[in-house]
T-cell receptor, first 116, second 114 residues
Framework: AQTVTQSQPEMSVQEAETVTLSCTYD???????LFWYKQPPSRQMILVIR??????QNATENRFSVNFQKAAKSFSLKISDSQLGDAAMYFC?????????????FGKGTKLTVNP | DAGITQSPRHKVTETGTPVTLRCHQT?????MYWYRQDPGHGLRLIHY???????DKGEVSDGYSVSRSKTEDFLLTLESATSSQTSVYFC?????????????FGSGTRLTVV
């Protein structure tokens, strides 16, 4: 079964600095999707970034970028120039497909605090 | 953006009572999901559906049932609510995003079982 591991329950960063959130996953598939979701206190789930495994280029979205290491099954999220509004829970997720169906498997999350 | 709404937004219920949560989408997306979120556990899949009357269990399905009689509606039922089912429940849909895939979530339902 596919699993997603986020080894950092909590992280903190100073405003304007850079922070990296870790994520590893386990799969036997060769083609798949990975996601990072942000959940602020409003509890809304917001897509931050998406990576398709067949693409060698790391995905970027403004201040957010990933370091996708397929062989190591690692998918870390880098937040540059951190802002107070980045404070939230961050979830790494893997799109699992088996037997013709699909589902999203989540890690346990990392709580990010941004200090002014 | 795919429209997805959950109801109710908050609910308090007593142990042993049945509870039904509703997820409604405004488009004809095939896959719909129910997750529960608990501190320290992230989001865990309860049940999912891949079409009308087609459903399957997730990793934490005990005590829950689902139904999908129309493409747009996916119902989650707690037949006899227990305190361990106090949680935040999210519905999600799988959508095509360009040539790939994405997932859109509802706003969540906070359920308290007393």
């Amino acid at each position: 079964a596919q699993t997603v591991t986020q080894s950092q329950p909590e992280m903190s960063v100073q405003e304007a600095e850079t922070v990296t959130l870790s994520c590893t996953y386990d799969t036997s598939e060769s083609d798949y999707y990975l996601f990072w979701y942000k959940q602020p206190p409003s509890r809304q789930m917001i897509l931050v970034i998406r990576q398709e495994a067949y693409k060698q280029q790391n995905a970027t979205e403004n201040r957010f970028s990933v370091n996708f290491q397929k062989a190591a099954k690692s998918f870390s999220l880098k937040i540059s120039d951190s802002q107070l509004g980045d404070a939230a829970m961050y979830f790494c997720a893997y799109r699992a497909t088996q037997g013709g169906s699909e589902k999203l498997v989540f890690g346990k999350g990392t709580k990010l605090t941004v200090n002014p | 953006d795919a429209g997805i709404t959950q109801s109710p937004r908050h609910k308090v219920t007593e142990t042993g009572t049945p509870v039904t949560l509703r997820c409604h989408q405004t488009e004809n997306h095939r896959y719909m999901y129910w997750y529960r979120q608990d501190p320290g556990h992230g989001l865990r899949l309860i049940h999912y559906s891949y079409g009308v009357k087609d459903t399957d269990k997730g990793e934490v399905s005990d005590g829950y049932s689902v139904s999908r009689s129309k493409t747009e509606d996916f119902l989650l039922t707690l037949e006899s609510a227990t305190s361990s089912q106090t949680s935040v429940y999210f519905c999600a849909i799988s959508v095509r995003a360009g040539t790939g895939y994405g997932y859109t979530f509802g706003s969540g339902t906070r359920l308290t079982v007393v």
